[in-house]
């Protein structure tokens, strides 16, 4: 067993599984729970999710006869994911710069003590830099897996959980897969409803230094053909008290799939208090299959009271899968802020190679 589970984390660093977008969930009409180990989605995939991967996703399949399901027994299951990009930026009055970066390799493990019941589950991102955990939390299902509680650490429940940690609704509320936080979590899964409630110390992963608790929560009602949620959040701390809420939805017409998102922040670590917004709207238009044109306008007032301080952002990415366990996405990004800041009107040309399994 210990050779066999050494020979699966190789493969796990060649190859891996990709953290799956919202627009997936609301192409197929289903909630993120039917194809994530996780209730709210990202990370680790179960079966089901595994063989989707590897028979719907690509453009074509090469059969190895039996599909990958991660599954070492009915008591562990491994994964994780893999990407590297190429990038250049231009900034203006500042020469091109361009990179290879590794942006991220993970491996996962879920640990099932009682399968179907009581699981303890790991995300642990390898690089870049060194070792460091994402997720580490017990988790325990009731009422025939209709009620769970977790508790560790773990991604708060807030808003669409997109791959892209950059995009504003991600960066400016400072949820995203790089801000784990310690905390526990209730979560309800009905057929047609999925709601989380989570207490955490609101550090963004880091030790606890105040009294006050951070507060998420999440409710969503998902339609074969279309979705409605909203997420509330309040971060007690001691440097200003942070509140923030939003609504957000998908729609699928034909072969397009909606995002959108609307974010409003009242931040008193600011002083004056700040008002932020923000908003996002998406289109991923499945061309064939195996690819996936993106389309994406966002927009964030840092300061309500601050005339003419805006940014937008606006990507055209092509998402191209040839075979199971790779896609290749080839991006630009168009920034647009305020004339004084060269940085927030840069130009971002991207191409990534992403592993899955």
Known sequence: ?????ALLAALVLVSSLARAEPYLAVQQGLKCGACHVNPTGGGMRNTFGEIWGQTQLPAKRIDTGD???????????IGGNFR????????PHEDRTNSFDTDEMRVYLDFRAIPDRLSVYVDQQLA???SENREAYGRLWFDNQRFYVKAGQMFLPY??????DTAFIRQVPGINFTTPDHGVEAGLELANWSAQLAVSNGTGGGAEVDPGKQYSLRVEHIQSVWRLGASFNFNDAAAGKRQMQNVFAGVRTGPIAWLGEVDYILDDSFEPRRKQAIGLLEANWLIMKGNNLKLT???????????E?????YSLVWEYTPLQFVQLRVGYRNYDGIP???LQNRRVVFAQINGYF
């Open 159 to 164: 808003g669409l959980r997109l791959q892209d």
């Open 84 to 91: 590297a990009s190429a990038t250049a930026t231009d900034v």
């Open 297 to 307: 306008a966002e927009y964030f007032d840092p300061d309500r009271e601050v005339a």
């Open 340 to 342: 004084q800041n060269d």
């Open 309 to 313: 301080d805006q940014q937008t952002r």
């Open 67 to 77: 599909p990958w399901t991660g599954e070492i027994s009915r008591f562990l299951a």
């Open 128 to 130: 870049p830099g060194g």
């Open 1 to 5: 067993m210990i050779v066999r589970l």
